[in-house]
C-alpha cells in the first residue's frame, strides 16, 4: 500500500512538473531598455522658458533560447505622465502611446535593437521673481514613465516585460 502512495505522488508530482514545461513556448529574451532624447527646442519668453523635447525608448532584445525565434511581432505601449503648467494638482492619468515592429528571425543568441515611436515631452518653467497666483509649482514638466512589451512568435504570445512593474496595477493593455 505504501508503493502505492509514492507512485501516486511521484506521477502527480511529475505531471505538475510537466505542466508549466509543456506550456512553455521554449522561446527567452533578455529585454534592456533606455530612454533616449531624439530631438529639443527651447523659447524663452518674457514670464516662462518653455522647452519640447521628443523622446522615445531604445530597446534591445535578446534571443536566449537555443533556437532561432521566426516571425516575430513585438507590441509595446510607451507611457507618459503629462504635467500641466500653473496647475497646483497633478492629474494622475497617463498618456499611451501605441506601437509595434515585425521581424522576420531572431536568430539564438542574437540581438535585435528598435526604437520605439517618439513621444514630445513639454515643459514650462517660469522665469526668476514670477509665480502662479493659484500657488502652484513654478516648473512643469511631462516625463517618461514606463514601457510596456509583448513578444509574440508565430502568433503566440511568448513574453511579456514590463517596466516598471508598477505599470500592471495602474494600467490595462487594453485601455484606451
Not at 516575430?72 to 496647475?87: Q, T
Not at 492619468?93 to 515611436?117: A, C, D, H, M, Q
Request: glycine share 6%; aromatic share 10%.
Amino acid at each position: 500500500m505504501k508503493f502505492l502512495h509514492v507512485i501516486c505522488f511521484n506521477l502527480s508530482l511529475a505531471l505538475l512538473i510537466a505542466a508549466p514545461l509543456r506550456a512553455d513556448s521554449g522561446y527567452s529574451f533578455a529585454v534592456t531598455r533606455e530612454s533616449k532624447k531624439l530631438d529639443g527646442e527651447r523659447k524663452e519668453k518674457s514670464v516662462t522658458m518653455q522647452t519640447k523635447d521628443v523622446w522615445a525608448y531604445k530597446v534591445t532584445l535578446e534571443n536566449k533560447s537555443f533556437k532561432d525565434a521566426e516571425n516575430v511581432e513585438i507590441k509595446y505601449l510607451v507611457f507618459m505622465k503629462p504635467d500641466a503648467a500653473g496647475e497646483r494638482t497633478r492629474d494622475e492619468k497617463l498618456v499611451r502611446k501605441e506601437g509595434s515592429i515585425k521581424v522576420p528571425s531572431i536568430k539564438n543568441f542574437e540581438k535585435y535593437t528598435f526604437t520605439t515611436e517618439p513621444v514630445t515631452l513639454t515643459g514650462v518653467k517660469l522665469q526668476p521673481g514670477w509665480s502662479y497666483t493659484s500657488g502652484a509649482n513654478a516648473r512643469a514638466k511631462d516625463s517618461m514613465s514606463g514601457l510596456w512589451l509583448r513578444i509574440f512568435v508565430n502568433g503566440q504570445q511568448v513574453m511579456e516585460d514590463i517596466n516598471p512593474t508598477w505599470l500592471k496595477t495602474k494600467e490595462t493593455w487594453d485601455a484606451k
